[in-house]
């Protein structure tokens, strides 16, 4: 039986916030074989804050936990592009 957790970004995913977001993704995410990532809002995000959901994901694939980023704004989307990480993050 598959589980799923939902998680809701809050409007910052920079670097100040890293730190807290990498321990409450791993916390979160050990039991569950999908984890579905909301960020309908985030307003701001770095290379730091692209970097960790870039290797959450890759960590979660890792072990076999599928995990979706939904509800990116736009401005983000456009970020996550120019940044070369549509593939990865999409």
Known sequence: MSSCTTIQLDADLTISQ?????????DETLADNEVIIDASELVRVDASGLQLLLAFKKSCAAKNIAVALFNVPKTIQELIRVSGLSQELG
Not at 18 to 26: F, H, N, P
């Open 18 to 26: 890293v730190g807290v977001w990498l321990t409450r993704l791993a």
